[in-house]
């Protein structure tokens, strides 16, 4: 999957992500968002915004920049949240993940909900989202991860080979995830009806070195 077929991907659901996607994982965002914020004045990015389904579960004494690789989804949000209303959201920019456009050390947290399973190089993702916190900053993923066994790993395993179709991969695995990362997260829960997703809790070394951030341990 690259990153053509993302855009072409949430261009199709943009229309209908609200209806499909929206409340049946709405739990994990709001776990999501309040893991990510610590205090008051916090500047927050989140990745792959998408149509802003989070936005509203923010307190308004934090700023949160939002960024999309897909204008159709981030023109949904920016008519929802730009405005009077939601005066904590600061910015929704079409940028790539992989390429982050702000200077490094510049949130003091980053959250990415369902998205390190569409976007094309998770470790691209990841690399950019140490680059551009702070030290110590919490770093959380939300995401589905492919199951060990059962039904659902048959089903995953059938729907794998049309991951550019779906715009997902619905075998992204776990383990291979939190090598890219380097690190072990310092807390997983389980979210959504019945736990199918998991909400990672990382936090950025406080001393920064290696290209990801990680200090080697996992
Ligand atoms: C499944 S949607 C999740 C949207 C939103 N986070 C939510 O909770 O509903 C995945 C989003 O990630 C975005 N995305 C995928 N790859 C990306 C990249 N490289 N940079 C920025 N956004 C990306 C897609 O355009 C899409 O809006």
Request: net charge positive; glycine share 8%; aromatic share 10%.
């Amino acid at each position: 999957m690259n990153l053509e077929d993302v855009r072409k991907s949430y261009k199709f659901y943009a229309p209908i992500y609200d209806l499909v996607f929206g409340r049946i994982v709405e739990e994990g965002r709001r776990r999501a968002v309040e893991a990510v914020c610590r205090a008051p004045g916090d500047r927050i990015l989140e990745i792959g915004v998408g149509t802003g389904r989070s936005l509203r579960y923010y307190k308004p004494d934090v700023e949160v920049t939002g960024i999309d690789v897909s204008p159709e989804m981030l023109e949904r949000a920016r008519k929802r949240y730009l405005s009077d209303r939601y005066p904590h959201v600061k910015a929704l920019l079409k940028m790539d993940a992989q390429e982050l456009e702000f200077p490094d050390n510049s949130f003091d947290g980053a959250v990415a909900m369902y998205v390190a399973s569409v976007v094309p190089d998770p470790e691209a993702m990841v690399r950019e989202m140490h680059r551009v916190c702070k030290p110590g900053a919490p770093f959380v993923i939300l995401n589905h991860f492919a199951s060990d066994r059962g039904v659902f790993r048959q089903v995953e395993r059938r729907f794998a080979p049309l991951s550019r179709r779906l715009g997902f991969r619905p075998d992204f695995c776990l383990n291979q995830f939190v090598a890219t990362v380097g690190r072990a997260p310092a807390k997983v829960s389980r979210v959504n009806l019945g736990g199918y997703w998991k909400l990672l809790e990382f936090r950025v070394p406080n001393e920064k070195n290696g290209s990801n951030g990680s200090n080697g341990h996992a």
